[in-house]
Every structure is written in C-alpha cells, then in structure tokens.
C-alpha cells in the first residue's frame, strides 16, 4: 500500500538533483518529521477525531451511504453510547475506529495520526494493540474448541510474552470480569452473558487504549445486561480505558457520561450526563437512573452549522413541509412552519 505522501516522496527520490530543491521551492517539508504532523494542533485530551467521514457501500447497482458526513470528537477515557435506529451507521463507525473499514472519505484521528496513512504492517499492529473489539455474537468473540483461559491468550500470541506470562495475564482479567471459575470451561459450556465476559477479557488481553463494542449485551437478558454494563463502567474508572459502546439498550445508555445518537449517518443529538447523576450514579452503584432527568440533551450542529429535527419535534411544532422560518427572537432561534 503507498499512500499519497509515500508515492510523492517516491517520485522525489528518482529525481537526481532532488536534494538541491528546496522546501520553499517545492512546498514540501525536507524534514521527515514535519511529514507526519498535521498542520492543526492536536488538543492532548482528545482520542479520537472523526472529520467528515463519509462511507459508501456499492452492492451491484446500489449504492448505500453508511455514513454521511460524521464529525465526532472522542476524549481520552471517555465512556459513552452510540445509539441510532438499525442500519443508520452505528457499526460502520465502528469498524472504521477499530481499523477493519476505510472510509471513503474523510478522515479519522487517533491521537493526533491519521488512521488511515498508517502502513500495513502499522495497521496490524494498531488492531492487535491499540483497540479491542466486543462483538454481539459470541461466535464471533470466542473460539469454540477454546477454554476461557485459552481463548484470552490468542491475541497474545505474537507479543513476544512466554507461556507463562500469557497465562498470569489470563488469570489477571479473568479475575477482572469475575469468570475466574469458569476459567476452564469451553464457550458452550457459559451462559450469554458469562460469554461476554470471556469475550471482555479476549478484547482487554493486549490492553488497548479502546475498547469498542457493538451490541455487546443485545443477546442477553436485562439483568445480564445490567451486569455487563457495571462492568464496563469499573473497568473504565479502573483501568481509564476508554469505551465505546453501540446499544439498543436505553438502560445501558443511561449509565454513561455521554450518549451520541446517528442517524442516517451523521451525528445528530448528544445526551450528557448531568454531574450531580455522575456523583449519584457512582454512589448508586448499578441502580438505573431516569435518562430525561439524568442527561441533559443536545442537538448537535455539523461543520456547515445544520442540526437535524426528528419527526417527532416536526410533528409537534405542526411542520410538514420542507420549508420553514427561521428567526431570532428574545435570543432563541425559534423554527415554525412556513
Ligand atoms: P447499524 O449498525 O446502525 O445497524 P450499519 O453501519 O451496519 O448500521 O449499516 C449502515 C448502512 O450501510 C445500512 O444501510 C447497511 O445496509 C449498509 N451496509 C453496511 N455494511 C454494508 C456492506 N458491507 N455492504 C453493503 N452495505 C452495507
Ligand atoms: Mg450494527
């Protein structure tokens, strides 16, 4: 894979006095360095940027727009939801934070690199590495033929840790999900929920800095899903891991920080956790706390200033057509129909 930069680079190398252009001459930084860099600064509290990114899917003769222009900024340790109605994105910005999908574009930050100027081999590393991934379906997360134990050593292999040091480390995280007992039993031997657990540890086993995970309690009970989610919020606070999770689940998104909802590909409201329900929900410890009281909600502007109206608040404020008046009035932009 060349990227844009490497083939320039490539061209200047051919070229026999190269050496003697100047950077002023040509634009381009002589120093390695300055390559890499991005022009902008990068604020040290973010994680993840996502600029625009823009995915299309051509089955055939289809085309289908995954995501349409999606800013989301993502700071180090966050803990927060990605909720939206089925097919509106939410995984495809998954897999393109976890480095399985391209955007096609667009362009997405990991602390301060772009992703997707990363080599080959770079990438392979940033998967096993820097992310770890939840999935929905246990078949997915876990090898079959692999005891609990065995499976969270896989992604160890090629780490250059002994035998030894893969197994304290297995028994480590067990620990950690509360599946130590079940450490030797097969993924069909476990319950749903014990399997995600499994499959928690699996994703933590080379510590990633993101722990991203789709659906991960949509095949689960509520109970076991409240479960799970405390989970997800110790090993937060514990470990400062920072964790994106796609839901259905109302409840679970109830209990993080921050809430974002797509739709059609694009940001369109965020929930934030008001700071007194932080400071209560840590005290509470597992209860469920009222979403309309605990988060105060946002809707969110893109880059060229526009928010989305759902149907519901078009259907309140009578508004039916596709245009409508804008004013400023004491202050408030108020929206009426036309
Ligand atoms: P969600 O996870 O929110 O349900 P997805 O990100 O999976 O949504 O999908 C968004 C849209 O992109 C859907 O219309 C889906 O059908 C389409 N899509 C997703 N993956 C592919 C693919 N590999 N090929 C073609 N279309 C896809
Ligand atoms: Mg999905």
């Known amino acids: 894979m060349l990227d844009e930069k490497n083939t320039k680079r490539e061209v ?24 890499e860099e991005d022009e902008e600064v990068w604020n040290p509290e973010l994680l993840i940027r996502c600029d625009s ?22 700071k180090k340790g966050e803990l927060m939801a990605v909720i939206g109605k089925s097919g509106s994105g ?19 930050y990991i602390d301060g690199k772009d992703l997707f100027s990363l080599t080959d081999s770079e990438m392979v590393e940033y998967r096993n590495r ?4 939840v999935w929905q379906k246990s078949s997915r997360n876990l090898v079959p033929y692999m005891t609990a134990i065995e499976n969270i050593e896989v992604p160890m292999y ?17 620990e950690k999900v509360g599946m130590l007992h079940k450490k030797d ?39 076991t899903s409240n479960k799970i989610q405390d989970l997800f919020r110790t090993l937060n606070k514990e470990l400062g891991i920072t964790i994106i999770i796609v839901t259905h689940d ?21 929930k934030i956790m008001k ?34 109206l759902n149907e519901e608040i078009l259907a309140a404020a009578g508004i039916d057509s596709n245009k409508v008046k804008v004013q400023v009035v004491d202050d408030k932009v108020v929206i009426t129909k036309e």
């Open 53 to 74: 990114l823009v995915k299309i899917y051509k089955s055939e003769d289809v085309e289908v727009m995954a995501l349409q222009g999606l800013d989301l900024e993502i």
């Open 250 to 270: 109302v409840s679970l998104a109830n209990k993080v920080g921050r809430v974002v909802m797509i739709s059609d590909g694009k940001i369109s409201t965020e």
């Open 185 to 223: 039993s097969y993924p069909g031997q476990m319950s749903g929920g014990e399997q995600q657990r499994v499959a928690i540890a699996v994703a933590l086993a080379n510590e990633p800095v993101i722990l991203l995970a789709d659906e991960p309690t949509g095949a689960v009970d509520s109970k």
């Open 158 to 174: 090629f780490t250059g840790k002994t035998p030894g040091e893969m197994r304290e480390k297995a028994m480590e995280l067990l």
């Open 275 to 308: 700071e007194e329900y932080q400071r209560a929900l840590n005290l509470l410890d597992g209860e469920s706390v009222n979403a309309n009281e605990s988060h105060e909600e946002y809707s969110v502007l893109d880059k060229a200033r526009r928010i989305q």
């Open 130 to 133: 820097t992310v770890g991934f």
């Open 12 to 35: 200047f190398d051919e070229t026999e006095d190269w050496k003697d252009i100047t950077e002023e001459e040509t634009g381009i930084p002589e120093n390695d360095e300055e390559w």
């Open 90 to 108: 939410k995984s495809t910005l998954m897999n393109m934070i976890g480095g399985l999908e391209r955007p096609s574009a667009g362009k997405l």
